[in-house]
């Protein structure tokens, strides 16, 4: 079974009031009424390498009870060597640096977020 991890984001940073962060989007995959289930997208506006052959795209997060807490679901990266979508999880090593990666660029546009 894999762990959990979660994005913890400061109060006045929730999410679901952020479009763009640096070069993530932030975007509803869920229907914005339905404030039951909610799910976002972080995705990645520019091309940039993970490692040799993976190009981070997007993490998907959905809301917890636990205010300013966003269960991450998907870590999706492109694979250039085979030409298709991987998922990764915090589990990975590749997973915990795309995470790192949206964390340090968030922080630099004072978005505070944290990895749980």
């Known amino acids: 079974m894999t762990s959990l991890?979660?994005?913890?984001?400061?109060p006045a940073d929730n999410p679901m009031y952020l479009k763009k962060v640096g070069n993530w989007?932030?975007?509803f995959l869920s229907p914005q009424e339905d404030l039951t289930y909610i799910q976002l997208a972080i995705t990645?506006?520019?091309?940039?390498?993970?490692?040799?052959?993976?190009?981070?795209?997007r993490v998907i997060i959905e809301q917890t009870?636990?205010?300013?807490r966003w269960l991450i679901?998907?870590?999706?990266c492109?694979?250039?060597?085979q030409g298709h979508d991987e998922i990764f999880s915090c589990d990975d090593i590749i997973g915990i640096?795309?995470?790192?990666?949206?964390?340090?660029?968030?922080?630099?546009y004072d978005v505070e977020l944290?990895?749980?």
């Open 114 to 116: 944290n990895l749980i």
């Open 44 to 57: 990645s506006v520019l091309p940039r390498q993970v490692s040799e052959n993976l190009q981070p795209l």
């Open 73 to 76: 679901q998907q870590i999706i």
């Open 97 to 108: 640096k795309v995470i790192e990666n949206v964390m340090q660029e968030f922080n630099k």
């Open 5 to 10: 991890h979660y994005l913890e984001f400061h």
């Open 78 to 81: 492109y694979n250039s060597t």
């Open 65 to 68: 009870e636990v205010e300013n």
């Open 25 to 27: 989007v932030l975007t």
